[in-house]
Nanobody, 127 residues
């Protein structure tokens, strides 16, 4: 079991930036692909970005491509999400997740293919 804790959420004006962190502990978390998802009130949880276990491959939802950057530091057991040019529609609770096994790119885009989740951190973007 991998334990995940997000941090870095908050309130920001449209056009601003934030960086989320996801600290992992427990079973060898550096071996797992990981991802970020978000969920707005009344909406389903949606894919934001994912990263391979070694950090060399990344994937993004079209809605955030070019604005968000996912990265990881396996030495620190931490994953990051740098969010730039934030928009009001980015407002949501953001969750990090780990998939304890091999996954294809398409599998990593679905929340059902992740085994461990953080508690979430709220991002609110004001217009």
């Amino acid at each position: 079991q991998v334990q995940l804790v997000e941090s870095g959420g908050g309130l920001v004006q449209a056009g601003g930036s934030l960086r989320l962190s996801c600290a992992a502990s427990g079973r060898t978390s550096s071996s797992y692909p990981m991802g970020w998802f978000r969920q707005a009130p009344g909406e389903e949880r949606e894919f934001v970005a994912a990263i391979s276990w070694d950090g060399y491959r990344t994937w993004y939802a079209d809605s955030v491509k070019g604005r968000f950057t996912i990265a990881r530091d396996n030495g620190k057991n931490t994953m990051y999400l740098q969010m730039n040019r934030l928009k009001p529609e980015d407002t949501a609770a953001y969750y990090c997740a780990a998939a304890t096994g091999g996954r294809s790119e398409w599998q990593l885009r679905s929340s059902s293919n992740y085994d461990s989740w953080g508690q979430g951190t709220q991002i609110t973007v004001s217009s």
